[in-house]
Protein backbone atom coordinates (compact mmCIF):
# COMPACT_ATOMS: atom_id res chain seq x y z
CA UNK A 1 0.00 0.00 0.00
CA UNK A 2 0.78 3.70 -0.82
CA UNK A 3 1.85 5.12 2.28
CA UNK A 4 1.62 8.78 3.00
CA UNK A 5 3.51 10.25 6.28
CA UNK A 6 3.33 13.45 7.56
CA UNK A 7 5.93 14.23 10.09
CA UNK A 8 3.60 15.87 12.71
CA UNK A 9 0.08 15.30 13.98
CA UNK A 10 0.10 18.11 16.07
CA UNK A 11 1.96 21.30 16.39
CA UNK A 12 1.29 24.51 18.10
CA UNK A 13 3.74 27.42 16.80
CA UNK A 14 3.52 31.61 17.93
CA UNK A 15 2.43 34.10 15.50
CA UNK A 16 5.48 34.91 13.33
CA UNK A 17 6.85 31.91 13.41
CA UNK A 18 8.54 29.74 10.02
CA UNK A 19 6.76 26.77 10.10
CA UNK A 20 7.05 23.87 8.33
CA UNK A 21 5.44 20.64 7.04
CA UNK A 22 6.88 17.77 6.24
CA UNK A 23 5.58 15.13 4.02
CA UNK A 24 7.14 11.72 2.81
CA UNK A 25 5.58 9.37 -0.06
CA UNK A 26 7.10 6.12 -0.46
CA UNK A 27 5.31 4.99 -4.03
CA UNK A 28 7.48 7.11 -6.50
CA UNK A 29 4.65 9.21 -7.23
CA UNK A 30 5.12 12.18 -9.54
CA UNK A 31 2.15 14.10 -8.05
CA UNK A 32 1.90 15.60 -4.17
CA UNK A 33 -0.83 18.32 -2.84
CA UNK A 34 -1.49 20.05 -0.13
CA UNK A 35 -4.60 20.76 0.92
CA UNK A 36 -6.09 22.70 3.79
CA UNK A 37 -9.17 21.93 5.41
CA UNK A 38 -11.63 23.90 7.56
CA UNK A 39 -15.08 23.65 9.55
CA UNK A 40 -18.18 24.66 6.88
CA UNK A 41 -15.20 25.51 3.82
CA UNK A 42 -14.08 21.65 3.33
CA UNK A 43 -10.78 21.10 1.49
CA UNK A 44 -8.84 23.65 0.01
CA UNK A 45 -5.78 23.09 -2.20
CA UNK A 46 -3.05 25.26 -1.05
CA UNK A 47 0.19 24.05 -3.96
CA UNK A 48 0.65 21.35 -6.10
CA UNK A 49 3.88 19.75 -7.63
CA UNK A 50 3.83 17.59 -10.53
CA UNK A 51 7.76 17.06 -10.48
CA UNK A 52 10.99 17.59 -8.36
CA UNK A 53 11.42 21.37 -7.41
CA UNK A 54 7.96 22.46 -10.22
CA UNK A 55 5.62 23.53 -8.40
CA UNK A 56 1.95 25.25 -8.98
CA UNK A 57 -0.46 27.35 -7.04
CA UNK A 58 -3.77 26.05 -6.00
CA UNK A 59 -6.47 28.27 -4.72
CA UNK A 60 -5.23 29.70 -1.43
CA UNK A 61 -1.39 29.97 -1.80
CA UNK A 62 -1.40 33.54 -0.01
CA UNK A 63 0.94 33.41 2.85
CA UNK A 64 2.65 29.87 2.34
CA UNK A 65 5.15 28.47 -0.17
CA UNK A 66 6.25 24.93 -0.98
CA UNK A 67 9.48 22.89 -1.56
CA UNK A 68 10.41 19.75 -3.36
CA UNK A 69 13.94 19.11 -4.07
CA UNK A 70 13.34 15.08 -3.90
CA UNK A 71 10.50 13.29 -5.27
CA UNK A 72 9.19 11.56 -2.39
CA UNK A 73 9.12 14.84 0.09
CA UNK A 74 7.08 17.79 -0.26
CA UNK A 75 6.76 20.63 2.12
CA UNK A 76 4.58 23.57 2.73
CA UNK A 77 6.10 26.47 4.58
CA UNK A 78 4.40 29.20 6.12
CA UNK A 79 6.45 32.51 6.19
CA UNK A 80 5.04 34.18 9.25
CA UNK A 81 2.48 31.82 10.81
CA UNK A 82 -0.62 34.17 11.53
CA UNK A 83 -4.15 32.66 13.29
CA UNK A 84 -5.84 32.39 10.37
CA UNK A 85 -3.76 29.32 9.76
CA UNK A 86 -4.62 27.55 12.16
CA UNK A 87 -6.33 24.70 10.43
CA UNK A 88 -5.97 20.74 9.59
CA UNK A 89 -3.17 20.76 6.74
CA UNK A 90 -3.47 17.29 4.84
CA UNK A 91 -0.82 16.03 2.32
CA UNK A 92 -1.86 13.77 -1.07
CA UNK A 93 0.26 12.07 -3.65
CA UNK A 94 -0.94 10.43 -7.10
CA UNK A 95 0.86 8.83 -9.87
CA UNK A 96 -1.19 10.45 -12.30
CA UNK A 97 -1.99 13.80 -12.82
CA UNK A 98 -5.31 12.96 -14.45
CA UNK A 99 -6.54 11.19 -11.28
CA UNK A 100 -6.68 8.04 -12.75
CA UNK A 101 -5.59 5.86 -9.63
CA UNK A 102 -7.19 8.95 -7.12
CA UNK A 103 -5.12 10.44 -4.58
CA UNK A 104 -3.75 9.05 -1.38
CA UNK A 105 -3.90 11.39 1.92
CA UNK A 106 -1.60 11.20 4.91
CA UNK A 107 -3.11 11.59 8.37
CA UNK A 108 -3.14 15.39 8.45
CA UNK A 109 -1.08 17.95 11.03
CA UNK A 110 -3.56 19.89 12.99
CA UNK A 111 -1.69 23.47 13.22
CA UNK A 112 -2.29 26.28 16.01
CA UNK A 113 -1.12 29.21 15.75
CA UNK A 114 -1.30 31.39 19.19
CA UNK B 1 -16.61 26.78 -11.81
CA UNK B 2 -17.36 23.51 -10.59
CA UNK B 3 -19.14 23.10 -7.22
CA UNK B 4 -19.88 20.18 -5.27
CA UNK B 5 -22.75 19.66 -2.75
CA UNK B 6 -23.17 16.81 -0.11
CA UNK B 7 -26.47 16.70 1.84
CA UNK B 8 -27.42 16.31 4.34
CA UNK B 9 -24.83 17.56 6.14
CA UNK B 10 -25.42 15.16 9.14
CA UNK B 11 -26.99 11.73 9.61
CA UNK B 12 -28.06 9.53 12.26
CA UNK B 13 -28.97 6.32 11.52
CA UNK B 14 -29.56 3.01 13.80
CA UNK B 15 -27.66 0.26 13.11
CA UNK B 16 -29.00 -2.26 10.40
CA UNK B 17 -30.10 0.11 8.44
CA UNK B 18 -28.73 0.17 4.62
CA UNK B 19 -28.63 4.19 3.56
CA UNK B 20 -27.75 6.34 0.58
CA UNK B 21 -25.01 9.80 0.68
CA UNK B 22 -25.65 11.98 -1.59
CA UNK B 23 -23.07 13.78 -3.77
CA UNK B 24 -24.06 16.81 -6.81
CA UNK B 25 -21.90 18.95 -9.04
CA UNK B 26 -22.38 21.21 -11.37
CA UNK B 27 -20.25 20.39 -14.10
CA UNK B 28 -20.95 17.44 -15.65
CA UNK B 29 -17.53 17.20 -17.99
CA UNK B 30 -16.08 14.89 -15.27
CA UNK B 31 -13.06 12.69 -15.67
CA UNK B 32 -13.78 11.07 -12.57
CA UNK B 33 -14.87 10.89 -9.41
CA UNK B 34 -13.55 9.85 -5.74
CA UNK B 35 -15.45 8.92 -2.06
CA UNK B 36 -13.44 9.57 1.15
CA UNK B 37 -14.24 8.06 4.51
CA UNK B 38 -12.80 10.43 7.31
CA UNK B 39 -12.32 9.71 11.00
CA UNK B 40 -12.24 12.32 13.68
CA UNK B 41 -8.92 13.79 13.79
CA UNK B 42 -7.54 12.28 10.95
CA UNK B 43 -6.43 11.87 7.31
CA UNK B 44 -8.82 10.94 4.18
CA UNK B 45 -9.24 7.31 3.17
CA UNK B 46 -10.05 6.42 -0.46
CA UNK B 47 -13.38 4.39 -0.35
CA UNK B 48 -13.99 4.16 -4.36
CA UNK B 49 -13.04 5.63 -7.22
CA UNK B 50 -15.41 5.97 -10.08
CA UNK B 51 -13.98 6.75 -14.11
CA UNK B 52 -15.94 8.93 -16.23
CA UNK B 53 -17.22 5.78 -18.27
CA UNK B 54 -18.22 3.87 -15.82
CA UNK B 55 -21.84 3.90 -13.62
CA UNK B 56 -20.82 1.93 -10.20
CA UNK B 57 -18.49 0.48 -8.87
CA UNK B 58 -18.18 -1.58 -5.56
CA UNK B 59 -16.04 -2.62 -2.46
CA UNK B 60 -17.54 -4.65 0.03
CA UNK B 61 -21.15 -3.42 1.66
CA UNK B 62 -20.04 -0.34 -0.29
CA UNK B 63 -21.44 0.68 -4.02
CA UNK B 64 -21.19 4.10 -5.34
CA UNK B 65 -23.11 5.00 -8.31
CA UNK B 66 -22.47 8.20 -11.27
CA UNK B 67 -24.88 9.98 -13.17
CA UNK B 68 -22.91 12.39 -15.35
CA UNK B 69 -26.27 13.76 -16.97
CA UNK B 70 -27.54 14.69 -14.05
CA UNK B 71 -24.67 15.64 -12.33
CA UNK B 72 -24.78 12.85 -9.22
CA UNK B 73 -23.34 10.51 -7.63
CA UNK B 74 -24.67 8.26 -4.41
CA UNK B 75 -22.83 5.99 -2.06
CA UNK B 76 -25.02 3.61 -1.02
CA UNK B 77 -24.07 1.42 2.46
CA UNK B 78 -25.46 -1.60 3.23
CA UNK B 79 -26.59 -3.31 6.72
CA UNK B 80 -24.34 -0.01 8.58
CA UNK B 81 -22.52 -0.69 11.50
CA UNK B 82 -20.96 1.45 14.31
CA UNK B 83 -17.44 1.41 13.06
CA UNK B 84 -19.12 3.69 10.00
CA UNK B 85 -19.20 5.94 11.94
CA UNK B 86 -17.63 8.87 10.26
CA UNK B 87 -17.59 12.18 7.93
CA UNK B 88 -17.80 10.64 4.01
CA UNK B 89 -16.54 13.48 1.72
CA UNK B 90 -16.99 12.82 -2.31
CA UNK B 91 -14.65 14.77 -4.69
CA UNK B 92 -14.66 15.55 -8.37
CA UNK B 93 -11.67 15.83 -10.83
CA UNK B 94 -12.80 17.64 -14.09
CA UNK B 95 -11.89 17.13 -17.31
CA UNK B 96 -9.19 19.25 -18.31
CA UNK B 97 -7.97 20.32 -14.65
CA UNK B 98 -5.49 18.73 -12.47
CA UNK B 99 -7.19 19.46 -9.25
CA UNK B 100 -10.42 18.02 -7.37
CA UNK B 101 -12.71 19.65 -5.92
CA UNK B 102 -14.00 18.56 -2.59
CA UNK B 103 -17.84 18.54 -1.19
CA UNK B 104 -18.13 19.34 2.43
CA UNK B 105 -18.84 15.88 3.47
CA UNK B 106 -21.53 13.97 5.27
CA UNK B 107 -20.85 12.80 9.18
CA UNK B 108 -22.71 9.59 9.79
CA UNK B 109 -23.42 8.28 13.15
CA UNK B 110 -24.68 4.73 12.94
CA UNK B 111 -26.03 4.23 16.53
CA UNK B 112 -25.80 0.47 17.99
Known amino acids: DVKVTQSSRYLVKRTGEKVFLECVQD?????MFWYRQDPGLGLRLIYF???????EKGDIPEGYSVSREKKERFSLILESASTNQTSMYLC?????????????FGSGTRLTVV | KQEVTQIPAALSVPEGENLVLNCSFT??????LQWFRQDPGKGLTSLLL?????REQTSGRLNASLDKSSGRSTLYIAASQPGDSATYLC???????????FGTGTRLKVLA
Open chain 1, 92 to 104: ASSPSMTGDYGYT
Open chain 1, 27 to 31: MDHEN
Open chain 1, 49 to 55: SYDVKMK
Open chain 2, 27 to 32: DSAIYN
Open chain 2, 50 to 54: IQSSQ
Open chain 2, 91 to 101: AVLTSGTYKYI
